[in-house]
């Protein structure tokens, strides 16, 4: 029996189908749920056994709750731009690992201005947090690094098969 091989020239697209069927739809759906939950305060609100919603509970000074609503505006957006990425990516337009690229980055400033806007509108509270071992701050820098790496090691793969989109 013949074994079949992979042509010289043919090269593997692992990454490519893993991010247009599965990872930029999933970041569009969490995208879209968060979104959804600023807009509509559900973070801020009251709980159903009369409690406070989670920000509020986590920092109960917070007297500007517009800031999650402005993020949650953003996150919708980006949810439509993950998906806009998706298809550019799907149809290997050539312009296509650049919207990528800049959806990582957009990631990377939603989570700084966001984290941004707590420690300018509630610092004692994010002090106080951070003195019971929950730090925005780190949990903003974890996801900047993981985002910059995944976005740098994308780059890499992408300029790689750069030949491919050309459309």
């Known amino acids: 029996m013949a074994?079949?091989?992979t042509p010289v020239g043919q090269k593997k697209?692992?990454?490519?189908?893993a991010l247009i069927y599965f990872i930029l739809w999933?970041?569009?759906i969490m995208d879209l749920f968060n979104g959804l939950v600023g807009v509509f305060g559900v973070q801020a609100a009251p709980t159903a056994d009369g409690?406070?919603?989670?920000?509020?509970?986590?920092?109960?000074?917070?007297?500007?709750?517009?800031?999650?609503?402005?993020?949650?505006?953003?996150?919708?957006?980006?949810?439509m731009y993950a998906?806009?990425?998706?298809?550019?990516?799907?149809?290997?337009?050539?312009?296509?690992?650049?919207?990528?690229?800049?959806?990582f980055l957009l990631n990377v400033a939603e989570s700084v201005a966001f984290t941004a806007a707590l420690y300018a509108l509630v610092p004692d509270m994010v002090a106080a947090n951070i003195e019971?071992?929950?730090?925005?701050?780190?949990?903003?820098?974890?996801?900047?690094?993981v985002s910059l790496v995944t976005a740098g090691l994308t780059w890499?793969?992408?300029?790689?098969?750069?030949?491919?989109?050309?459309?």
């Open 3 to 5: 074994e079949m091989l």
């Open 13 to 17: 697209m692992n990454w490519h189908v």
């Open 26 to 28: 999933l970041v569009a």
């Open 51 to 79: 409690g406070i919603g989670f920000a509020l509970h986590t920092y109960p000074d917070m007297t500007h709750p517009q800031v999650f609503i402005l993020d949650g505006v953003f996150l919708l957006l980006m949810s």
């Open 83 to 103: 998906v806009f990425v998706r298809f550019q990516l799907a149809g290997f337009k050539r312009r296509a690992p650049v919207y990528l690229m800049i959806l």
């Open 132 to 145: 019971r071992g929950s730090n925005p701050l780190v949990s903003t820098a974890v996801n900047a690094a």
């Open 156 to 167: 890499i793969y992408y300029q790689r098969r750069k030949e491919l989109f050309t459309k």
